[in-house]
């Protein structure tokens, strides 16, 4: 089962990158407590990294693709095989009876 991932907007990553720099000046000037600073700064980080893993392209590994074209050539051969033995006129219990 593969994994959907959905795309968060940018003014989610704006916000993280904000953040990060806003926390990150102010931990250095020591305007704002060491403990608070850092729990925001590490707040903005996992919404920083959660924004760029969403925008990130699923790439699919070689095992899945090998699997995809292994799933079609037999999807393909079951398709030929119920083509051949497909009854090419209709059987009598399936017709309609005609009211003349």
């Known amino acids: 089962m593969m994994f959907k991932r959905a795309p968060l907007s940018s003014g ?3 916000v ?3 953040g990060i720099i806003v926390f990150g000046i102010k931990m250095l000037y020591n305007t704002i407590d060491q403990t608070w600073g850092f729990l925001m700064l590490l707040f903005s980080i996992i ?4 924004a760029f893993v969403s925008i990130t392209p699923d790439i699919p590994k070689e ?3 090998q699997f995809n074209r292994e ?3 037999i999807e393909r051969d079951f398709k ?3 083509d051949d033995l497909s009854f ?3 059987p009598s219990f399936l017709k309609k009876k005609r009211s003349r």
């Open 88 to 90: 090419p006129l209709e």
């Open 47 to 50: 919404i920083f990294i959660a």
């Open 63 to 65: 095992k899945d693709l």
């Open 16 to 18: 993280g990158i904000i």
């Open 12 to 14: 989610f990553m704006f």
């Open 71 to 73: 799933y079609k050539e």
């Open 80 to 82: 030929k095989i119920d």
